[in-house]
């Protein structure tokens, strides 16, 4: 079960998110104004956070929640009305009526338009690591304006050994070679999936990561293919890819969580909106004391004497005046301007 920003209520479909190395959630504002000028590997913007929209594919594979050709494409107009970057339009090599329906659409909202403004998404289709879905998904895109495909491989010892029956150079040799194959057939936009990355052994995933980024994938999958994570561990996922994968900086990366623990959104944006409390629970505000002030200072990494605690109480009073609570960020604030 996957989750999309569309149909939380469905908790059915998927959402995915990418960004580049240094960026973090931005407004919409934002986003309309750096979509222009499309790099499937880099972002201007480095705010700027891409929507992956997976609900016509992903999305399909709830139990009852299969849609018509129509169906689809009405979304998927809607979708481009939402400014969506990226649509996942479905699977071409999994039935013949997905292909009919990623060709018709790639062709109906995924083409240049008279307005030369107007907003024409990716238009992206899902294929496993072989030649014929390859061939599948570049027969339904080869005419879209961005053209993507998602070619997956499993990297988790159990999806290897049960499902694949791979050893991992088998696995790396793979999709190597078939990054390279989409290539030459004209995808120059490649997102390349790494599936059950949450459950993966991670030196494994680096290094799979790292070959297929010199084989010329552009933009890395990282999915919780089970919805088996938690926020902080795929938090430390994301940042151990980025810290430890060779040639990240050329890559966008995208997450892509499910929903099966309620997690999806939560996992995906590695901030939702929620204060952090203390260790024992607490909010710091007008009404915190010393101790609760000290305590979350040393939670996260401030070590301080009494003097310096007198006076970092009042300035914290006095800013707890004007605002409800007071997160970490004016604590760091705070720490950065001593007055003594
Ligand atoms: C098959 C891939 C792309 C996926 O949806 C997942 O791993 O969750």
Redesign the pocket.
């Known amino acids: 079960m996957?989750m999309s920003m569309l149909h939380t209520f469905t908790a059915t479909l998927?959402y995915s998110r990418e960004h580049s190395k240094t960026q973090r959630q931005k407004s919409s504002s934002v986003i309309c104004s750096s979509r222009r000028d499309y790099v499937p590997n880099y972002i201007q913007d480095p705010n700027y956070v891409r929507i992956f929209d997976?609900t016509l594919r992903?999305g399909e594979q709830s139990p009852g929640a299969t849609m018509t050709p129509k169906q689809k494409l009405n979304i998927a107009r809607k979708l481009v009305e939402l400014g969506v970057d990226i649509i996942e339009v479905g699977f071409p090599a999994s039935n013949k009526a997905d292909l009919d329906t990623v060709k018709s659409i790639a062709y109906e909202v995924g083409n240049e338009t008279k307005d030369e403004n107007a907003h024409v998404p990716v238009m992206c289709a899902?294929a496993r690591c072989t030649k014929e879905d390859i061939d599948k998904a570049w027969e339904c895109l080869k005419d879209a304006k961005f053209p993507r495909l998602?070619v997956?491989l499993a990297t988790s010892d159990i999806h290897m050994e049960y499902k694949l029956r791979m050893s991992k150079e088998e696995v790396i040799d793979k999709a190597r070679s078939m990054v390279a194959y989409a290539r030459s057939l004209g995808f120059t936009d490649i997102q390349c999936?790494a599936?059950?990355a949450g459950r993966s052994e991670k030196e494994f995933l680096y290094e799979f990561l790292g070959e297929v980024i010199k084989a010329g994938a552009t933009t890395l999958?990282i999915?919780?293919?089970v919805g088996f994570n938690l926020p902080r561990e795929f938090g430390q996922l994301i940042a151990d890819v980025r810290a430890n994968t060779p040639g990240i900086d050329d890559v966008i990366i995208s997450a892509?969580c499910?929903n099966d623990l309620g997690l999806a959104t939560a996992n995906t944006l590695e901030d939702i909106g929620l204060y952090r409390a203390n260790e024992s629970g607490l909010i710091l505000g007008k009404l915190s004391g010393r101790h609760a002030l000290k305590s979350r200072l040393s939670e996260i990494g401030y070590k301080i004497n009494k003097t310096e605690l007198d006076d970092l109480f009042w300035r914290f009073k006095s800013l707890a005046e004007t605002k409800k609570v007071i997160t970490d960020d004016d604590l760091i604030a705070l720490m950065s301007h001593p007055v003594i």
Do not use: G
């Open positions: 996957a998927s997976t992903d899902l998602h997956f999936c599936e059950d999958n999915p919780d293919t892509h499910h």
